[in-house]
């Protein structure tokens, strides 16, 4: 099977794709990928195992297709990881890709990191409350200061209509 197609509401099969595969033609493929053991990073060191690939784009003879590649992770410590170049692959298939892309890898804990971010963020949020309250009443006094310019500009728009129907008038009286 290559595809399968199922309906969105019900999840009723709709459509499957078959793809014929001669016996004597590689094949490519994704393999996903399964690891074993527990890393000794998240045993004594308190580390998180990440999953940076879950499938593999793998090549081979139709007979040989692996149904998933087995990673053992047993021996990686905290900043350690496992790239595409050191799985081994079955007899006969052959990994595609970059080799010093990251598979898995033990990364350090971040809960400490965390704790200390949120204890620093209150004191930075507190700053800026204050901050805000400072803006916020320099723009309350802001539009009282601009009060005055606005009641000139009123004024000065309420001139600027006489001398408009002052013009209309002046103009009549320059054609008689």
Not at 78 to 89: N, V
């Amino acid at each position: 099977m290559q595809e399968i197609q199922h309906h969105p509401l019900d999840g009723k099969v709709l459509h499957v794709d078959f793809h014929e595969v001669a016996e004597n033609e590689k094949v490519t493929v994704q393999v996903p990928v399964e690891t074993t053991g527990e890393p000794v990073g998240v045993k004594t060191g308190g580390g998180v195992l990440e999953h940076v690939l879950f499938k593999l784009k793998v090549r081979s003879l139709p007979k040989n297709l692996p149904e998933q590649i087995v990673v053992d992770v047993s021996h990686l410590e905290i900043g350690k990881s496992i790239h595409l170049g050191d799985i081994k692959a079955p007899e006969g298939v052959e990994i595609l890709g970059d080799k010093h892309i990251t598979v898995v890898a033990v990364a350090a804990p971040r809960a400490e990191e965390e704790v200390v971010a949120t204890e620093a963020a209150p004191a930075a949020g507190d700053v800026e409350m204050t901050k805000e309250k400072k803006e916020e009443g320099a723009e309350g006094a802001a539009p009282a200061k601009g009060a005055a310019p606005a009641k000139a500009d009123a004024k000065a728009a309420a001139a600027g209509d006489k001398k408009a129907e002052a013009k209309p008038e002046a103009k009549a009286e320059k054609k008689k």
